[in-house]
């Protein structure tokens, strides 16, 4: 089981921003997709952004292309999510996700993964 754990969740204005981490405690961090999902009160669970192992590969959802960034450190088995112009609708429990079987996003972009945190909450007020 690989451990995930996300901080940097918080309340934040619309137009403003935050910046979402995962810690992975994973010594193969380096050779798993990953990626960021959210879930809002009520609503399936989506994908916001994937990261192939490289880094080269990403991916984005249409509603957070242009304002949010993912990005991986692989020598501190880290993830990063920015989120800059935040809107109302980005309200949610954000987690992290892991993909072992794949290096690429594709699996992670089609709501699939081995491992997911517990989650931090992301709230934006109007």
Do not use: H
């Not at 010594?27 to 879930?39: E, N, T």
């Not at 590969?57 to 020598?75: E, L, M, P, Q, W």
């Not at 709501?111 to 931090?120: A, K, P």
């Amino acid at each position: 089981q690989v451990q995930l754990v996300e901080s940097g969740g918080g309340l934040a204005q619309a137009g403003g921003s935050l910046r979402l981490s995962c810690a992975a405690a994973e010594r193969r961090f380096s050779s798993y997709a990953m990626g960021w999902f959210r879930q809002a009160p009520g609503k399936e669970p989506e994908v916001v952004a994937a990261i192939s192992w490289s880094a080269v590969n990403t991916y984005y959802t249409d509603s957070v292309k242009g304002r949010f960034t993912i990005s991986r450190d692989n020598a501190k088995n880290t993830l990063d999510l920015q989120m800059n112009s935040l809107k109302p609708e980005d309200t949610a429990v954000y987690y992290c996700a892991a993909d072992r079987t794949s290096g690429d996003v594709l699996r992670i972009r089609n709501g699939l993964y081995d491992y997911r945190g517990q989650g931090t909450q992301v709230t934006v007020s109007s």
